[in-house]
């Protein structure tokens, strides 16, 4: 008879006895987030991104990549204003999804975390951009397409890679510029893009800056990503249409489907024109396709291998990892640099002072991009901007704007001539 | 194994999903009356022509190309041939054990990497991953069904339904733990296309379609012809029934579930050329093979390989008729007008 | 149904009414729980608020495919529903949240009606049953993605306006408000559950699932009964939907109609009991925490397992391990095996 009395206190247990054992440090009374972090010894910057799941791989790189810039800081002595103060990186595993992405930021923020940096995934940003704004303490996001995160009025959110719409702009001009050095101008762009946010602002953007440099488009087709498994039909159309360049927005396996099917279906096409492809600029695609996948294009943001930083930090990448440091662990490496330096300036941990130092920051970038790192006042990176890479001999190469250039862009690059 | 042409004439609403008042296990694999076979199979070839040639012709009114048409058609077969292969052991362990199994997806990620260890560790052809991958699978299910599964037996659905999502989770994350998150390849030397009408396909997927084709014969032959073979069908019929004649229903599982995952193991490693094998990788064929096996009618082996290929083909084709909207959402269409109109699956027959 | 054999026996039988009793203990948790803000830290709470959202999620299952014994593997569709009508009324109209909940329950109960009406006229059954729900809400799910009227696969930011608001359910982020609200939500469905079986709908209810031609040979009206039970579960879900966007301030189509979103209505009603009143609450209450727990272990783990650190995926492993011992040991859920024991003293 006494059940439901049982059933109540069976409920309020776990409730409480979780949330004790939930996570933080006892007396860590966190809401501000500045407080608890600043003084003098060490201070926390939390680092949001998928450790498990579908996206881990770029997720724990990007930790791996956000790591290496504490550990750099630090090396260096510190934050000197504030005494040296180290710094100390208390990482978040988002597993890709916006609430969980939401829970591991409020803990973060919790255990004194001044500045986030994150997520990698556009549905994860965008919630952990609103619990940023609502606790006032700064985000900086290293990746995340959807331009969406920061048409929202946001003080407390900045972005380091560059929006759809530059990406898509400059991959456009990047085309018309190629193909007419090489005295033979791209005439009709095919597009295959994917059909989530990303790929459909890719498309839109590249539809109305080709159209601009006199290309014609068409034909244009979407695939969901999640499910595709081939692509010959698509392939098989853009041949038919005559198109001489195709134009591909999407993520890595997909990517490598495309590669497969041009293989396939031979399309004689001048040119496959990645921008912000998330396959044809990797270190493994090249491995993974073989030859299917030489002189393909991608326009899309990139460490610059060019500069002797990135280098070495490349370097520093394969001796601690053992493997290739992928451009979004730069953009991560970028985004903590980018948080010391505006500690730096402001001498405090006190959030706004951060935000305002974030705001006015010029900081020299790891990325191949038009100036110094600096936010416009929506808090986007103004300097953002893609550089065109293309895969030669099997490894992938920086080949245009010319002050980027490992090597010159070879254009017509029928795939399977 | 059914005949999947022979079937009874009863009227298709009273039919063959699992109903409350009998012993659940009424699939299938029971031995049909021969009654108005021929009609009924004059009836459904009549029936599937005319559906192909309307979706021919919308195919070409969409693209005016009958290339493209023909590349859909082929990609479509070659695709669904692999739906077929991964939905062939599903089927089987739906009709035998009534158990849903979302872990499925996760057996057959095991093969990919059987694969990839295979071919980085030895150098081996990838196919020759099948001598390790389907003894290997085969003992991994029927230690799954012994030590986890068993206790599961006749539980209610949704129960089943979580200890399978469980041991996909475990599985993935195994992998993950073990391999990394990176992708991972193992692709066949010299794969090159071959042209057909005008459009191509490469030996990879032929031989993925071809050995499927050759697999579902096999287990056809399997069910139909050897001892165990009849043991499984008689507990899918009547699991209660077959113990009274002397069947070891417990041992049946046990064996169903085993040739069921080995099945995951061989399609896993014929797929593991075609795909970026990551630790998720298999979830991709999980949903798509349960719309197969429904479309197939459950428990039915060459219902599968022929639902297959039709979510093949209609995935394909439906890309053409509705660009803009994901392939999955003609897949889903047709699913849910099968389930509908035909819930024992296009082979089925009625029980 | 879902159970195949079904029976009147124990586990799935109506609790036998102590109504009074339930509802004291509905009383009594809800004032110990309306108190934990004042003992719990913002990122505890965040997690005190998804057990709740997850609990209400559940309570909605429960009582189409517990007390109902339809197993719907498609929640996600109601919950989708309820989240999409009211932020679509949100941004699009200015339109309160507080009515965007109540248009998100009518949507959601019609939606409701129109599959089971559909699932039921063609009889399906058990696996059946499960998989046509389940094809319903990923077909929104994927209509949502590819269609302009609700943004793609953008999804929808709540705006956020700076000052807390009662009507648009926004108040300082960590604020007691959040949980107090996902409470009262939570007790209401806990009422309403109370309430439903009391009522005749929900005698009927049981009655057709422990024996459907009985029920129709005592002139019970089935098919009336079905449809009703399918659509106050899924107005329940869709309240938990409309909650969900105005705390995380976000919804896109894989949020809301994933299928994960179906997987977490089941989860907890499974394991704290199916057809029990407390069983999903107790059910969320172990699970919402299970997951933080887990990856805090790993993050800073006891002595001598320190190797154990920083492997990403293990925490998704113990998790996994656990939910199938759980659902493996306790096959009638947290809360029925408690009653059996009480009841066998």
């Known amino acids: 008879m006494r059940k439901p009395w049982i059933a109540a206190v069976a409920v309020a247990m776990p409730l409480t006895l979780a949330a004790c054992g939930g996570s933080a440090p006892p007396g860590t009374e966190g809401t501000g987030g500045g407080e608890a972090g600043g003084s003098g010894d060490t201070i926390t910057i939390g680092s949001l991104h998928p450790l498990s799941g579908a996206f881990a791989a770029d997720g724990q790189q990007m930790d791996n990549g956000a790591q290496l810039a504490v550990d750099a800081v630090n090396e260096a002595g510190g934050i000197e204003c504030l005494d040296g103060a180290q710094l100390e990186l208390a990482s978040g595993d988002t597993q890709g999804a916006p609430e969980v992405g939401q829970s591991e930021a409020q803990r973060l923020i919790q255990e004194g975390a001044v500045a986030l940096v994150g997520t990698y995934n556009s549905a994860v940003s965008q919630n952990v951009a609103a619990v940023a704004e609502r606790n006032q303490v700064p ?56 059909q989530g946010p990303f790929g459909t602002a890719i498309a839109q953007g590249f539809t109305a800056e080709a159209e601009s440099q006199g290309m014609t488009i068409g034909p244009v087709i979407s695939y969901d990503p999640a499910s595709v498994s081939d692509f010959t039909t698509q392939i098989t159309a853009v041949r038919e249409a005559g198109a001489d360049v195709m134009m591909v927005a999407g993520y890595y396996r997909d990517g490598v489907l495309v590669a497969n099917a041009v293989d396939t279906v031979q ?11 998330g396959a044809f600029d990797t270190p493994q695609f090249p491995g993974e396709v073989g030859d299917a996948g030489e002189g393909f294009f991608d326009a899309n943001y990139r460490l610059d291998m060019t500069n002797e930083d990135t280098q070495a930090l490349a370097e520093l990448y394969r001796e601690t990892h053992g493997d290739d440091i ?7 490496y970028d985004a903590v640099q980018v948080i010391a330096d505006a500690l730096g300036r402001a001498c405090s941990t006190d959030p706004t002072e951060l935000r305002d130092a974030i705001s006015e920051t010029e900081l020299d970038s790891l990325i191949a991009q038009d100036g110094p790192i600096a936010f416009d006042e929506t808090g986007e990176n103004e300097n953002a901007a893609p550089i065109l890479m293309q895969v030669v001999d099997g490894t992938v190469q920086q080949v245009f704007p010319s002050e980027y250039a490992e090597t010159e862009p070879v254009y017509p690059a029928s795939p399977n001539s | 194994m059914t005949d999947p042409t022979r079937e009874h004439g009863a009227p298709p609403l009273d039919r063959g999903t699992v109903s409350t008042e009998e012993p659940p296990q009424t699939t299938q694999l ?7 076979r021929r009609r009924a199979v004059a009836v459904r070839v009549a029936a599937v022509v005319a559906i192909a040639v309307v979706a021919l012709g919308l195919a070409y009114w969409r693209t005016g190309n009958e290339v493209v048409v023909t590349q859909a058609v082929l990609t479509g077969l070659m695709i669904g041939g692999v739906y077929g292969l991964v939905a062939m052991g599903l089927t089987l362990i739906f009709g035998v054990l009534d158990i849903v199994n979302f872990a499925h997806g996760a057996f057959l990620a095991v093969a990919l990497y059987i694969t990839v260890e295979m071919v980085g560790r030895f150098g081996a052809h990838p196919y020759l991953a099948l001598l390790v991958s389907v003894p290997l699978m085969f003992l991994l299910g029927a230690a799954v069904q012994r030590f986890i599964l068993s206790g599961a037996m006749g539980k209610p659905l949704e129960n089943q339904l979580l200890i399978t999502l469980g041991l996909a989770l475990l599985i993935d994350n195994g992998l993950l733990l073990f391999y990394g998150p990176n992708p991972q390849s193992a692709r066949l030397p010299n794969d090159t296309g071959i042209n057909v009408f005008g459009a191509v396909v490469t030996v990879g997927r032929l031989l993925a379609f071809a050995v499927a084709l050759v697999l579902a014969g096999l287990l056809y032959l399997l069910l139909q012809r050897t001892r165990l073979g009849t043991a499984i069908r008689a507990v899918a019929a009547n699991d209660s029934g077959a113990q009274m004649v002397g069947i070891d229903t417990r041992r049946i599982y046990m064996a169903t579930f085993a040739i069921g995952t080995a099945c995951a193991g061989a399609a896993g490693v014929l797929v593991a050329p075609l795909v970026t094998i ?38 394909q084709l439906g890309a053409l008729y509705l660009p803009g909207q994901s392939p999955l959402l003609s897949v889903f269409i047709v699913f849910v007008l099968v389930l509908f109109l035909r819930p024992q699956g296009l082979f089925g027959r009625a029980a | 149904m879902s159970t195949a054999v079904q029976s009147s026996e124990e586990p799935r039988a109506l609790p036998r009414p102590p109504w009074g009793r339930h509802l004291a203990a509905v009383a009594v948790l809800a004032v110990l729980l309306a108190l934990l803000p004042l003992v719990l830290a913002p990122a505890q709470q965040a997690v005190a608020v998804r057990v709740l959202i997850f609990a209400l999620l559940a309570l909605g299952w429960n009582i189409m495919s517990g007390f109902g014994g339809m197993f719907s593997f498609g929640h996600a569709a109601y919950f989708g529903i309820g989240a999409y009508v009211s932020v679509w009324l949100l941004v699009e109209r200015g339109v309160s949240p507080w009515i965007g909940m109540l248009a998100g329950m009518v949507a959601a109960a019609l939606f409701a009606a129109l599959i089971g009406f559909l699932a039921l006229r063609y009889r399906l059954k058990g696996a059946y049953f499960a998989l046509s729900t389940f094809a319903f809400a990923e077909m929104l799910r994927l209509l949502a993605t590819n269609s302009d009227l609700v943004n793609r696969a953008v999804g929808y930011n709540v705006p956020l306006r700076g000052e807390s608001s009662w009507a648009f359910i926004q108040f300082e982020p960590g604020a007691a408000e959040y949980l107090w609200i996902a409470l009262a939500l939570t007790v209401a469905a806990l009422v309403v559950t109370i309430v439903f079986l009391r009522s005749r709908l929900g005698r009927f209810t049981v009655a057709v699932r422990d024996d ?8 019970i009206p089935v098919m009336r ?29 894989d949020v809301a109609f994933g299928s994960s979103v179906s997987i977490q209505a089941i989860l907890p009603a499974v394991i704290g009991g199916v057809a029990t009143i407390w069983g999903p609450v107790i059910g969320a209450a172990i699970l919402g925490p299970l997951n933080d727990l887990t990856a805090t272990l790993l993050r800073d783990p006891p002595p001598g397992l320190e190797f154990l650190q920083g492997r990403a995926g293990l925490d998704v492993m113990v998790y996994a391990v656990l939910l199938i011992l759980i659902v493996l040991l306790l096959p009638q859920g947290v809360y029925g095996a408690i009653r059996e024991r009480w009841e066998r003293r």
């Open chain 1, 139 to 194: 985000f900086v996001i290293d990746v995340s397409s959807a331009d969406e995160i920061l048409q929202q009025g946001y003080q407390y959110t900045f972005r380091l890679q560059p929006s759809a719409a530059v990406l898509a702009q400059r991959g456009a001009q990047y085309l018309a510029e190629v193909s007419e050095q090489a005295g033979d101008p791209a005439q009709q762009v095919a597009i295959l893009h994917e």
């Open chain 1, 267 to 277: 399309p004689g096409l001048d040119a496959v024109w990645g921008v912000a492809n």
């Open chain 1, 326 to 332: 992928r451009t979004a662990a730069v953009l991560s």
């Open chain 2, 30 to 36: 029971t031995t049909p009356a021969p009654g108005g």
């Open chain 2, 278 to 315: 990551e630790p998720t990788t298999g979830e991709l064929f999980n949903i798509v093979a349960f719309v197969v096996v429904v479309l197939g009618g459950m428990g039915n082996v060459v219902g599968a390989l022929v639902g297959g290929l039709l979510i093949g083909l209609t995935e």
């Open chain 3, 212 to 219: 459907e031609d009985a029920a129709a040979a005592l002139g």
């Open chain 3, 225 to 253: 009964t079905k449809l009703l039970t399918i659509m106050l579960s899924a107005a329940i879900t869709s309240v938990a939907g409309t909650f969900y966007v105005q705390y995380y301030f976000f919804v896109d189509p």
